[in-house]
């Protein structure tokens, strides 16, 4: 849109005719060389870790040392001896019963003083029953070899 040229020029029209780069209008313009860009240097991160602390219960308790047990298996010989006994008067598994027991006699005799020795192993309170349950076995298998003999 260009303004009535038999009007004069307003300075607040919104539309200026004429060419802008003669007359009275000055121009700030300033030309100078491209900066070079400086990429940043590459940052280094240190991530720093406290040392690992021990976990006490709670302040002021000292652990006890950690005594590692003896595995005896003191319940399985509990349930051999079981069912040694269940199945000594059987014809055929009584031997295998009896040669079972025989291992578990043997195996319990060298933890026989385990609750004197150590009061908090697991198996403490189970080797003296399973000594007993394995000999009531091996007992019935020889009772029962001279009730099918005769």
Known sequence: MQPDPDRPTNVQD???????HTGNVIHNH?????TP????????????QPPPQQQMPFPGAAMPPM????KVYGTDWIIFGSLSILFSF?????????FVSVVGILSMLPNLNLRRMQPNHPDAGKVVPAIVLNSIAL???????LLYSS
Do not use: E
């Open 139 to 145: 007992f019935l298998i020889f009772f029962s070899w």
């Open 67 to 70: 005594i590692p047990f003896k």
């Open 14 to 20: 919104s539309v200026v005719s004429g060419d802008m």
């Open 37 to 48: 860009q400086v990429a940043p240097p590459p940052q280094t991160i240190i991530i720093q």
């Open 30 to 34: 300033y030309h100078l060389p491209p």
């Open 90 to 98: 059987f014809p055929g598994l009584n031997a295998c019963c009896g």
